[in-house]
T-cell receptor, first 113, second 110 residues
Framework: NAGVMQNPRHLVRRRGQEARLRCSPMKGHSHVYWYRQLPEEGLKFMVY????????ESGMPKERFSAEFPKEGPSILRIQQVVRGDSAAYFC???????????FGSGTQLSVL | QKEVEQNSGPLSVPEGAIASLNCTYSDRGSQSFFWYRQYSGKSPELIMSIYSNGDKEDGRFTAQLNKASQYVSLLIRDSQPSDSATYLC??????????FGAGTRLTVKP
């Protein structure tokens, strides 16, 4: 049973470009969480999705950031017009049910030049 | 603002000692509590979950939960250098979101 798959592992973008981060949850998991982590800091909640629904996006900036989890395919975290402050590690996690333990992907390290 | 708070450390203990990590949370309705370990440059991995008041033991790890005090802790007995990592407390908020503390960096010195 494959774990949570995130790609790419590393993503380099210039200011103003778009970044698309992908996350395929574990088989059978319908709950996906996205977190952002800066060096030496904890995980900052961004968004919680179930299949085709955004349950809570209170941690995600209202501008430039969006997330989706379509019926088919991976969850996508999209950052438009990236700025240097968007540089961070973005982790995706999935769970089989709400309030259950999370399984994390390896993360995507986004670097904005 | 609902929060999960941890002492950021760093916490340094000698090999073989007990490491004690603490976490408080603000949402009285929280029912699920977790401890994750994160090695530098790696993703978090679950080491303990606890749902009821009291102690839960798993090998060298013991999680303690006190819902009245809104407090959860992790004890690591016979600490090893390989336990050196950042430990993240996670609390389920509103039966929905999983919120993490800032993490406590633990160093176990040989």
């Amino acid at each position: 049973n494959a774990g949570v798959m995130q790609n790419p592992r590393h993503l380099v973008r210039r200011r103003g470009q778009e970044a698309r981060l992908r996350c395929s949850p574990m088989k059978g998991h319908s709950h996906v969480y996205w977190y952002r982590q800066l060096p030496e800091e904890g995980l900052k909640f961004m968004v919680y999705l179930q299949k085709e629904n955004i349950i809570d996006e209170s941690g995600m900036p209202k501008e430039r950031f969006s997330a989706e989890f379509p019926k088919e395919g991976p969850s996508i975290l999209r950052i438009q017009q990236v700025v240097r402050g968007d540089s961070a590690a973005y982790f995706c996690a999935s769970s089989p049910d709400q309030a259950e333990k999370l399984f994390f992907g390896s993360g995507t390290q986004l670097s904005v030049l | 603002q609902k929060e999960v708070e941890q002492n950021s450390g760093p916490l340094s203990v000698p090999e073989g000692a007990i490491a004690s990590l603490n976490c408080t949370y603000s949402d009285r309705g929280s029912q699920s509590f977790f401890w994750y370990r994160q090695y530098s440059g790696k993703s978090p991995e679950l080491i303990m979950s606890i749902y009821s008041n009291g102690d839960k033991e798993d090998g060298r790890f013991t999680a303690q939960l006190n819902k009245a005090s809104q407090y959860v802790s992790l004890l690591i007995r016979d600490s090893q250098p390989s336990d050196s990592a950042t430990y993240l407390c996670a609390v389920n908020i509103d039966n929905n979101d999983m919120r993490f503390g800032a993490g406590t960096r633990l160093t176990v010195k040989p």
